[in-house]
């Protein structure tokens, strides 16, 4: 089983930056899509980047100019840099991965398991 182990996560202030890592505990033959969702109190979850394969990447409207979503193939790791972060996004953050593991194979997607943000002065 693919585990997807996240980290960068913390307490900032508002207007500070960090930067979300999500590595993925076995090589990915070929991945479909990256991207991250967001689930703060009491609000429902949002998809925050996606990053599909080839194509342009995504943002959720809250979030767009401020945050970027990159990767890097050969580590299978994903990041979200988080810049002039608000309060607004305070959230559990979990990363996902959509990809396969051979030739051949079908493909799956594989979640972290979360990280906390907390943006408060």
């Known amino acids: 089983q693919v585990q997807l182990v996240e980290s960068g996560g913390g307490l900032v202030q508002p207007g500070g930056s960090l930067r979300l890592s999500c590595a993925a505990s076995?090589?990915?033959?070929?991945?479909?899509?990256m991207g991250w969702y967001r689930q703060g109190p009491g609000k429902e979850r949002e998809l925050v980047a996606v990053a599909p394969s080839g194509r342009r990447t995504n943002y959720a409207d809250s979030v767009k100019g401020r945050f970027t979503i990159s990767a890097d193939n050969a580590k299978n790791t994903v990041y979200l840099q988080m810049n002039r972060l608000k309060p607004e996004d305070t959230a559990v953050y979990y990363c996902f991965i959509t990809g396969r593991l051979q030739y051949g194979m079908g493909y799956d997607t594989y979640w972290g398991q979360g990280t906390q943000v907390t943006v408060s002065s």
């Open positions: 076995t090589s990915i033959f070929s991945i479909n899509t």
